[in-house]
């Protein structure tokens, strides 16, 4: 079992930038952060493969959100500029278990999970 730890969330004002860190307790496959506002269903943030050489980004955040890993510290970023109200949420970072190609959208892929952390963006 391998468990993920966020952190990095906060309050901002619109326009801001904030990066979340995703620690690992070990070695994991692909990964991806997700959100859920109030009300709403999670939903797909990022995701990078297991090696870091894929990305994709919902687009929603395309162009504004980065995410990046090192696995010699077993961590995945996020970095997200220009951040716009309707990014607060709480953020959740999720990892898969087994080493395979690809970026996964779906939560259905992953097998870990991170407690989530608030990112607020006031206007």
């Known amino acids: 079992q391998v468990r993920l730890v966020e952190s990095g969330g906060g309050l901002v004002q619109a326009g801001a930038s904030l990066r979340l860190s995703c620690a690992a307790s070990?070695?994991?496959?692909?990964m991806g952060w997700f959100r859920q506002a109030p009300g709403k269903d999670r939903e797909f943030v990022v995701g990078?493969?297991?090696?870091?050489?894929?990305?994709s980004s919902a687009d929603s955040v395309k162009g504004r959100f980065t995410i990046s890993r090192d696995n010699a510290k077993n961590t995945v970023y996020l970095q997200m500029n220009s951040l716009k109200p309707e990014d607060t949420a709480v953020y959740y970072c999720?990892?898969?278990?087994?080493?395979?190609?690809?970026?996964?959208?779906?939560?259905?892929?992953?097998?870990?999970w991170g407690q989530g952390t608030q990112v607020t963006v006031s206007s």
């Open positions: 999720a990892a898969r278990r087994l080493f395979r190609s690809g970026v996964f959208s779906s939560e259905n892929y992953y097998d870990y």
């Open positions: 070990g070695r994991t496959g692909a």
């Open positions: 990078i493969s297991y090696n870091g050489g894929t990305t």
